[in-house]
């Protein structure tokens, strides 16, 4: 999903645009597969109750199923869902939340230091953590970004805007040394 064009300023492009890693979604999605189970299983033993009570435990067990999926397996997937992480040529952009909407925008040139963190389970997932330092006064920590080592790359080339280093066996200016002639 593309970010909005009319949303970014005139001449400004995307260059990364992403969601947190789906690593985040791990335990929600056990939960959920928990959560049924364990419904299923307190259904059939619902089943052996004496009736009216049996038609009552199922409506009591399935509106908690639903209560228990809806609250820790669809709000963390809406939540993963509308987390976005966008680089552009002139800033980088975190919007989130679908009722209270929050965002952040850091135009790259403020930006001072950035960095990247990642674990064994991280590298395993292929994510990491990245640490933007700018004129604020805490570093700001973006957890589960894809690609970590390439986003915080990407960064690095906008920030500092060296054309040699945007493609690997290029080189820069020679410098001038006093040879043989």
Same mark, same amino acid.
């Given at each position: 999903?593309?970010?909005?064009?009319?949303?970014?300023?005139?001449?400004?492009?995307?260059?990364?645009?992403?969601?947190p890693?789906?690593?985040?979604?791990?335990?929600?999605?056990?939960? $959920?597969?928990?959560?049924?189970g364990? =419904?299923?299983?307190?259904?059939?033993?619902?089943?052996?109750?004496?009736?009216?009570?049996?038609?009552?435990?199922?409506?009591?067990?399935?509106?908690?199923?639903?209560?228990?999926?809806?609250? $820790? &397996?669809?709000?963390?997937v809406?939540?993963?869902?509308?987390t976005? &992480?966008?680089?552009?040529?002139?800033?980088?952009?975190?919007?989130?939340?679908?009722?209270?909407?929050?965002?952040?925008?850091?135009?790259?040139?403020?930006?001072?230091?950035? @960095?990247f963190?990642?674990g064994?389970?991280?590298?395993? $997932?292929?994510? =990491?953590?990245?640490?933007?330092?700018?004129?604020?006064?805490?570093?700001?920590? $973006?957890?589960?970004?894809?690609?970590?080592?390439?986003?915080?790359?990407?960064?690095?080339? @906008?920030?500092?805007?060296?054309?040699?280093?945007? &493609?690997?066996?290029?080189?820069?200016?020679q410098?001038?040394?006093? =040879?043989v002639?």
């Open positions: 999903m593309a970010y909005p064009d009319d949303l970014l300023s005139e001449n400004e492009r995307v260059i990364v645009h992403s969601h890693h789906a690593k985040m979604l791990i335990w929600p999605v056990i939960g $959920f597969l928990v959560t049924v364990l =419904g299923i299983w307190l259904v059939t033993l619902a089943a052996d109750a004496p009736a009216p009570w049996d038609d009552v435990a199922r409506i009591a067990i399935a509106v908690v199923a639903v209560v228990l999926i809806v609250w $820790f &397996f669809l709000v963390p809406i939540r993963w869902r509308t976005h &992480f966008i680089v552009t040529t002139d800033r980088l952009i975190v919007r989130e939340g679908v009722i209270k909407r929050t965002g952040i925008d850091i135009p790259l040139g403020r930006i001072s230091s950035v @960095q963190e990642h064994i389970v991280d590298r395993l $997932f292929g994510c =990491g953590t990245l640490v933007i330092e700018s004129a604020s006064d805490e570093p700001l920590r $973006f957890d589960d970004i894809p690609r970590v080592e390439r986003v915080h790359t990407m960064i690095y080339r @906008q920030v500092n805007d060296n054309p040699y280093d945007d &493609f690997p066996g290029e080189q820069g200016p410098p001038r040394g006093r =040879g002639r």
